[in-house]
């Protein structure tokens, strides 16, 4: 056994705790139902993070991805009923030792393959393709809860991937923002 000095104690406690709320949250993100989570739904639990110090949340709508060229939020999500969103949480802390670090975590949250359809059997677990967003998410939860001294942008694109007249076609060559395709 090691025994810390009872401040050391009380901050491994306090950051075991943190980190176990925010694993938990990430978990019930997860396991939550794609009838529940969707891309709004998901941009929505994103600005709770808003509430803890040093953190803003920003979302994108679809619109605004489309005209700034995210062709995959915009290919991905155009089938869907739930347009697809860029969310940004922005994590500043005054003493940062470093620049910023970026986060990027795939939100994909319910993913039938598209025109490409997913077997049902392969479909029933999909929703957890929004695990990066939902880890990426709580991670910068876990740094601005324990006021760690960085600083931090976290990317979530969020998009249901579902079928519809509106689908992206196989092959399609899609053209970003910049021209490239």
């Known amino acids: 056994w090691t025994f810390l000095a009872p401040a050391a104690d009380a901050a491994a406690v306090k950051e075991s705790a943190v980190r176990a709320k925010w694993q938990a949250w990430a978990r019930d993100l997860v396991n939550a139902?794609?009838?529940?989570?969707?891309?709004?739904?998901?941009?929505?639990?994103?600005?709770?993070?808003?509430?803890?110090?040093g953190v803003t949340v920003e979302g994108w709508d679809f619109a605004k991805c489309r005209a700034e060229g995210l062709v995959?939020?915009?290919?991905?999500?155009?089938?869907?009923?739930?347009?697809?969103?860029?969310?940004?949480?922005?994590?500043?802390?005054?003493?940062?030792?470093?620049?910023?670090?970026?986060?990027?975590?795939?939100?994909?949250?319910?993913?039938?393959?598209g025109l490409s359809i997913t077997p049902t059997d392969g479909m029933l677990s999909m929703r957890c393709d929004m695990g990066g967003a939902a880890t990426m998410l709580a991670a910068t939860g876990i740094a601005a809860e324990l006021g760690l001294a960085i600083n931090l942008d976290t990317y979530?694109?969020?998009?249901?991937?579902?079928?519809?007249g509106d689908s992206d076609r196989l092959g399609a060559v899609l053209r970003n923002g910049t021209g490239e395709t």
Do not use: W
């Open 72 to 113: 995959g939020i915009v290919g991905v999500g155009q089938g869907s009923a739930r347009p697809g969103v860029l969310i940004h949480v922005s994590y500043r802390c005054a003493g940062a030792a470093r620049d910023n670090v970026a986060l990027v975590g795939k939100g994909v949250t319910l993913a039938s393959g």
């Open 156 to 164: 979530c694109p969020a998009v249901e991937n579902m079928v519809s």
């Open 33 to 53: 139902p794609a009838a529940d989570i969707y891309p709004e739904s998901l941009a929505a639990k994103a600005r709770e993070l808003a509430a803890l110090p």
